[in-house]
């Protein structure tokens, strides 16, 4: 019987089989189809308590069934919902979670194997997918969150082999890694849906983004692969600098500054955003109407409780601001924003890396610290 060990080094050759011509390539896929009484190392989320609870296991390596491929896996990230995932404060439609479920809605890896109908992807193909597996293109259903999100009601990433849905996976060009592409399916493809699908940013544009969290990092990212000028705020002075040294050209501090949306105006010219990356909700939401230019697009993207007053949305009407809730992103957003990232060979800031053993301690630092940038578990 050949080990766990040899039937993964069979998947990551896949690639390599590219090179040694069709034959080696059909040998090595075969070896992982063909691999069900070897086992892989897998998490999962246990009783839901946090990282404590997450429990590494063995299970038999998948043959993939009809429209299915099976990924060896290269790199993850954490986001705010995997953490929610893992402690039973994400919610799940129509049922819970079942305490196998393995977590992480991003990651990225290279195709081992793949089943009967697939034709968007072949073995050796590096890719990733979108957490929303059955958005392919179009406007949001939400249906769509009820069957294949990735990591909450179908398993996630964090395994040495991912078995997912063929349509939701993204080919990778040659300009981007499986790390970068890793950090893309949550916060990243996010920005791009608010920026380059609702907003239409284009140069000469001011973007104002809340915050230094995910969204707001590639926010930045992407409306300066625009041409636009960002405006990012937060509470923190280091944080500001931090991020103007990744693109930001204006930061200002909401807390020694409240009145936070003026600033905005004045730090313009008397201007104000063109777009607003919403990223709290409606406890913020006031300031960010009086820091918006006439015409303005204000896209809703966090979720935060509920202020101890209601908004009195100020601008709403005499501006003609329009505003727009948004989730996440389909396949063919992710698509487009992975396509851009190869043209502009930008790559993501990382916060920090641990080890496919060491995941537990990569969720247990991203709860306790505050950095800037993606915390990555690298697999291999």
């Known amino acids: 019987m050949v080990s766990r060990r040899n039937v993964l080094t069979a998947a990551a050759g896949a690639t390599g089989a590219l090179i040694g011509g069709k034959a080696a390539l059909a040998e090595a896929a075969e070896q992982v189809a063909q691999s069900g009484g070897e086992t ?9 308590k946090g990282p404590e ?54 990651g990225a890896g290279v195709v081992a194997a793949v089943g009967d109908g697939v034709t968007q992807v072949q073995v050796g193909d590096r890719v990733t997918a979108t957490h929303f597996s ?6 949001w259903d939400p249906e769509q969150s009820y069957i294949g999100d990735i990591g909450n009601n179908i398993d996630g990433w964090l395994a040495e082999m991912a078995l997912l849905p063929a349509h939701a996976l993204v080919k990778l060009p040659e300009g981007v890694s499986e790390e970068t592409a ?4 949550s916060s990243g493809v996010t920005a ?20 230094t969290g995910g969204v707001s990092s590639f926010g930045v990212q992407l409306a300066k ?22 693109g930001a050209d204006i930061g200002i501090n909401y807390r020694t500054t409240p009145d ?15 777009i607003v990356l919403e990223n709290v909700g409606r ?22 409780r509920l202020p101890e007053q209601l908004p009195k949305m100020p601008g709403f009407y005499m501006k003609n601001i329009t505003m727009k809730a948004i989730s996440n992103a389909s396949v063919e957003m992710l698509n487009d924003m992975v396509q851009a990232y190869g043209v502009s060979g930008l790559t993501p800031p990382i916060a920090k890396r641990f080890s496919f053993e060491d995941a537990a301690k990569a969720f247990e630092y991203q709860r306790e610290h505050d950095d800037i940038g993606k915390v990555i578990i690298q697999h291999t």
């Open 182 to 185: 890793a950090t893309f399916v």
């Open 260 to 274: 936070w949306g003026q600033a905005v105006i004045d730090a313009t010219d008397g201007h104000g955003a063109d």
């Open 134 to 139: 059955s958005w392919i293109k179009g406007p």
């Open 53 to 106: 609870t997450l429990r590494m296991v063995e299970r038999p390596v998948p043959a993939p069934g009809p429209g299915q491929a099976l990924i060896k896996v290269v790199s993850t990230s954490i986001n705010a919902r995997d953490h929610g995932l893992i402690s039973n404060r994400f919610p799940i439609p129509r049922g819970r979670r079942p305490d196998t479920r393995i977590p992480i809605s991003e």
């Open 40 to 48: 892989y190392r897998v998490y999962e989320i246990g009783e839901q």
């Open 225 to 246: 692969m625009s041409g636009a000028k960002v405006v990012v705020t937060s509470s923190s002075d280091a944080k500001l600098e931090a991020m103007k040294k990744h």
């Open 192 to 211: 791009w849906h608010a920026l380059y699908e609702v907003a239409r940013v284009k140069p000469g544009d001011i973007v104002l983004s809340l915050g």
């Open 283 to 304: 406890r913020t939401l006031d300031q960010s109407l009086t820091g918006t230019a006439v015409n303005a697009y204000v896209v809703l993207i966090g979720t935060d």
